[in-house]
């Protein structure tokens, strides 16, 4: 088991930049994939990003390609996601995530509590 600790979120206007971080503890940290889901009010919890992992690259809902970049320091037990020309709908409580397999909504094993980010238009 990991514990995941998000921050970073908050309230911005659109077009603006955010990154989230999500600290790792536990046990074995670096066998885990690791990525990040959101949920809007009235909608599920769905996928945003995974970070490279084992020989998979990192991978991007198609909402957030090219607006979006995951990254992993596994010196540091860390996941970022710098967010870039943030639009309304990316309004959501975003969730870091990890697996100790591909990561999926079906195959996540710790949630963090999530960070809230909110972007006005």
């Known amino acids: 088991q990991v514990q995941l600790v998000e921050s970073g979120g908050g309230l911005v206007q659109a077009g603006d930049s955010l990154r989230l971080s999500c600290v790792a503890s536990?046990?074995?940290?670096?066998?885990?994939?690791m990525g990040w889901f959101r949920q809007s009010p009235g909608k599920e919890r769905e996928f945003v990003a995974r970070?490279?992992?084992?020989?998979?690259?990192?991978y991007y809902a198609d909402s957030v390609k090219g607006r979006c970049t995951i990254s992993r320091d596994y010196a540091k037990n860390t996941v970022y996601l710098q967010m870039n020309r943030l639009k309304p709908e990316d309004t959501a409580v975003y969730y870091c995530?990890?697996?100790?397999?591909?990561?999926?909504?079906?195959?996540?094993?710790?949630w963090g509590q999530g960070t809230q980010v909110t972007v006005s238009s």
């Open positions: 536990g046990r074995a940290v670096s066998s885990y994939a």
């Open positions: 995530a990890a697996a100790l397999r591909e990561l999926t909504l079906a195959t996540v094993n710790n």
């Open positions: 970070s490279a992992w084992v020989f998979a690259s990192s």
